[in-house]
């Protein structure tokens, strides 16, 4: 036990340096910058924006195209809204070398589950503590990946934008291009940014507007609307609420729900919930499969997002098909191009700093050599059992990155790869308790629990680890 927590917190003898591409600073380019540069690689963090933590910099504008399809559009990263608060507790939430402490200070906010802000200044902190903002070109958009010829390296094509003196002077898209070469490149450009979008008969004559969850920030707009809104996530769930405290009705509308039903939220005189829409039509009513018909102002799409790397080139190595990406080996390394790229962060419905975490140590040290990866064949093999095992258990392909209870074991994988302690059992117990309380206190679980013991555990856990 004590040799397995030294050999994940000591500095590890390096074998190979590297000089290494990370694109975006928000939590999973962060630790992986931490854990490449402690194992001896040398690091550039490319991030398009001015400043680090991603979907955590909240930003009250919203994208121009409320639905975010058009494809040339002025990209806003974040899709958080105002009133978020996080939906794990902050136990659970950190990353394992860095909990995610409660501050005692005025301008922190110390709640279990704080608000979006906490969160960023979380990330501050841990960028601060390990001198990572030193590795990051702010301001620089990686606009091209692509592999050199005849060589495993990588040619990475970056723009920043002119100083406005300078973009007078010159002619051109107001950038400033440039190229350089890497040993190596992760991927960690986040999968929040590019809406999804729910396909239903009708809407393109349908009157009303339209929008995605991406662009929602304020429940102000929405004053004396009718709403549906698409969408069972926990966003869905925060969303409709948020919006009830002005709208007129809200009407959620889910997938997952059976096809009859229909239901106020208890607790809400103005929340309807339904089965999914069946058609719209041009006098502005919708149809939902419950046989209920509603007259509404917008639709709201929190229906989630999909994969967008438009600057990668992979000659077809690694394609998105109905949101897979692949073939990925532990949703990280695509084989043929092993471990040269990398992908972090992909799963969904998982913990995410803590997977970042252990995935960013397996690629550090496959890039040093200090761990090795299975043969090709190998990989390709591994990858077409599990593909094999979503279809047997009637898993669509969009759901390839999905993890739920499996995070687990996949994680202690990682965590054996890289010969250190696994995910924490007061952690896993901690995210099925609160899970179970979301389910039962869908309004409150942020602010009653009953898992008091695990937190004692936790608490101790991290005394023990030196904070
Ligand atoms: P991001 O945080 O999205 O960071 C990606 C970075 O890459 C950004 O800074 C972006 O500017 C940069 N980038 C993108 N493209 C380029 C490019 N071409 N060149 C240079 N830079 C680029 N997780 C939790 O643990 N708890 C929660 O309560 C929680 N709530 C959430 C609520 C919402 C609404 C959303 C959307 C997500 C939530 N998450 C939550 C998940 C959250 O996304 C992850 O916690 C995590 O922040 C993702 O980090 P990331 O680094 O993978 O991506």
New binding site residues.
């Given amino acids: 036990m004590i040799t397995a927590i030294i050999n994940c917190f000591a500095m590890p003898t390096p074998l190979t340096s590297r000089h290494v591409a990370v ?8 630790v992986a910058a931490r854990e490449l540069r402690r194992e001896g690689h040398e690091v550039v963090i ?4 001015t400043q ?6 909240y930003d009250p504008r919203a994208e121009p195209d409320p639905m975010s399809l058009d494809k040339n559009r002025s990209i806003i ?5 105002s009133s ?5 507790p902050r136990e ?2 950190g990353f394992r070398d860095y909990p995610f402490i409660s501050i005692a200070d005025k301008t922190r906010d110390s709640r279990r ?1 704080p608000g ?1 802000r906490e ?1 960023l200044f979380y ?1 501050r902190d841990f960028a601060r503590e390990f001198e990572i903002g030193e590795m990051v070109r702010f301001e ?4 091209h990946v692509g592999l050199v010829e005849d060589s495993n390296k990588w040619k990475l094509r ?1 723009r920043k934008k002119r100083s406005e003196v300078d973009a007078e002077a010159e002619t051109g898209d107001g950038f400033d291009y440039d190229d350089e070469i890497y040993d190596a490149v992760l991927v ?6 590019e809406p999804r979008v729910a396909d239903i008969p009708g809407i393109s004559s349908w009157p009303g507007k339209q929008m995605h ?1 991406h662009n929602y920030r304020v429940p102000e707009p929405f004053q004396d609307q009718v709403v549906v809104l698409i969408g069972g996530s ?2 869905a769930v ?1 969303i409709s609420r948020d919006i009830a405290s002005v709208a007129k009705e809200v009407h959620v509308a889910s997938r997952s729900v059976a096809n009859e039903k229909y239901e106020q939220q208890p607790g809400y005189d103005n929340i309807w919930l339904h089965s999914m829409i069946e058609s719209v039509h041009e006098d502005g009513s919708l149809v939902f499969r419950n046989g209920r018909v509603v007259q509404a102002d917008i639709i709201l799409h929190c229906t989630g ?1 999909k994969y967008h790397f ?2 990668l080139e992979t000659n077809g190595i690694v394609t998105v098909e109905d949101n897979r990406v692949g073939p990925l080996y532990k949703h990280v390394f695509p084989p043929v191009l092993a471990p040269s790229l990398s992908f ?2 992909l799963a969904w419905k998982v ?3 803590p997977m ?1 975490e252990f995935q960013s140590k397996w690629i550090a040290g496959v890039l040093s050599g200090r761990i090795a990866l299975p043969l090709q064949e190998e990989m390709m093999e591994d990858i077409e059992d599990f593909y094999r095992s979503l279809e047997a258990s009637n898993f669509p392909k969009r759901y390839t990155h999905y993890m739920g209870d499996s995070q687990f074991d996949y994680n202690n994988w990682l965590a054996a790869q890289c010969g250190c302690e696994g995910f924490e059992e007061w952690k896993k117990q901690m995210y099925y308790a609160t899970s179970k309380n979301r389910q039962v206190r869908p309004d409150t679980y942020r602010d009653e629990w009953e898992d008091d013991p695990l937190i004692s555990e936790a608490n101790q856990d991290f005394i023990l680890k030196g904070f």
């Fill in positions: 694109i975006g600073a928000g939590a999973a380019g962060l490319f991030e398009r924006e680090i933590g991603g979907t955590w910099v990263h974040s899709s958080l809204y978020l608060r996080t939906n794990l659970v939430m589950f979006h969160v990330l620089t958009e990686v606009v970056y960690c450009n986040g999968h929040y940014t969850s926990a966003s925060d997002y438009p600057f972090i962060g913990v995410p700093f970042f």
